[in-house]
């Protein structure tokens, strides 16, 4: 990883601390894939959008029907 990529990815982890009202590190739990046959979401606000069969970071269990996540472009 370049110094360049590195510095945008710990731009990335503030900017996410920041929106989210996230203290400390950012652990990844676990990974989970989007159901291949689901419908496309948009995100918008705080919602991620959602792409078929795109790998998501978990990072933290908020309820039943909320998770925080990160897709691979860190958002």
């Known amino acids: ?40 979401k948009r995100g918008g606000g705080k919602n991620l959008p959602l792409r078929r069969g795109e790998i998501l970071d978990v990072i933290q269990f908020t309820n039943r029907e909320q998770i925080l996540c990160r897709n691979s472009q860190r958002r």
Do not use: H, Y
């Open 1 to 40: 990883m370049t110094l360049k990529e590195c510095k945008k990815e710990e731009k990335a982890d503030r900017e996410f601390q920041k929106k989210f009202k996230f203290e400390g590190s950012i652990n990844i739990l676990t990974q989970m894939m989007v159901d291949p046959a689901a419908t496309e």
